[in-house]
């Protein structure tokens, strides 16, 4: 068996107006656009990478923004919820930002002992920020939130599904392992430090999700290079059927369907974000990998302007 994983890599959503979903996460949560490039199987659309300083694994939220998509339904067979980590001593902090900037959230409320803030992105996927005394310092970006309340990362998931035995039995192989439940909310924790937190919803009567602007596409999970064929072989003996080792240029993925629908990836860490771009300059330019090179004039030719300029908050 490889070693448990320590959490999550990255989330990737679908959205539909990419200069909205930048503006969003770049001035209203604070984080940084660390890789402009586009989605691989479909070149058409931008695929945006934002996170930390660096875009380290456990902080990166990349988006598809399909501007002619249809809206997406949240329900079973999904990520349906992602999950923020800030600092304990910020919650006044952020209702107070998210109210300035006409982001309609829930009051804070308790789980699990923690206090979380619920409220939408601009096509409506859930978001909550999670605030915990061990959130670790972390290396925020330059921007528009201070330093001392900036979003650390990812908490973790929350899974919607209508069985969740085949998808927690998956997870404990992962080396999730159940901890605390209640309302139909099974949480399971890995060891790391970000991302290590999926929860499970069960609701066999909640309609089934569909894809499209305001859902979660996958949710990726962080490998070492040394173990990632080793994942695939445990993978195909849990009986799913992954892909092969695919080449993303910032990481290799497997991705495989779980039982219960969602899209999990399973990411290595390295090379990261800066191995064709140097850290001071990530995100200022389309990026694109070495495969696709040839198509760059017909590539950006079809997408459609997308300023980062951000403005202090």
Do not use: C
């Not at 992602?82 to 919650?91: N, R, T």
């Amino acid at each position: 068996m490889p070693a448990d994983i320590p959490g999550i890599h990255h989330v990737t959503a679908v959205a539909s107006d990419p200069g909205r979903t930048h503006r969003f996460l770049s001035e209203t949560l604070g984080l940084r656009l660390v890789k402009r490039s586009v989605n691989q199987d479909d070149a058409s659309v931008y695929h945006l990478f934002y996170g930390d300083r660096s875009g380290t694994p456990g902080t990166s939220m990349t988006y598809f923004p399909y501007p002619d998509a249809q809206p997406g339904r949240i329900g079973t067979g999904q990520v349906t919820t992602v999950q923020f980590l800030i600092p304990v001593g910020s919650v006044e902090y952020w209702t107070d930002r998210l109210e300035s900037a006409g982001v309609d959230h829930d009051p804070p409320r308790e789980r699990f002992g923690d206090t979380v803030i619920q409220f939408e992105d601009p096509d409506g996927l859930p978001i909550e920020l999670v605030a915990r005394t061990d959130a670790p310092d972390g290396d925020p970006p330059d921007g528009p939130v201070p330093e001392q309340h900036a979003v650390r990362g990812f908490f973790g998931v929350t899974l919607s599904l209508a069985t969740a035995s085949g998808t927690g039995n998956l997870l404990k192989t992962m080396g999730f392992h159940p901890t605390r439940s209640e309302n139909h909310r099974q949480r399971f924790r890995a060891g790391g430090e970000l991302g290590a937190v999926v929860d499970v919803l069960e609701d066999p009567e909640a309609p089934r999700g569909e894809s499209g602007t305001g859902t979660v596409h996958h949710v990726a999970f962080q490998v070492s290079d040394a173990e990632q064929a080793q994942w695939h072989d445990t993978l195909v003996e849990r009986g799913l059927r992954p892909t092969q080792i695919i080449d993303r240029k910032w990481f290799k993925s497997i991705y495989a369907r779980t039982a219960g629908g969602v899209l999990f990836e399973f990411a290595t860490k390295s090379p990261g974000y800066t191995v064709d771009e140097p850290i001071d300059e990530l995100g200022e330019r389309l990026v694109l990998p070495e495969w696709l090179e040839d198509r760059r004039e017909e590539i950006e030719e079809g997408l459609p302007e997308l300023s980062t300029a951000t403005q202090e908050a």
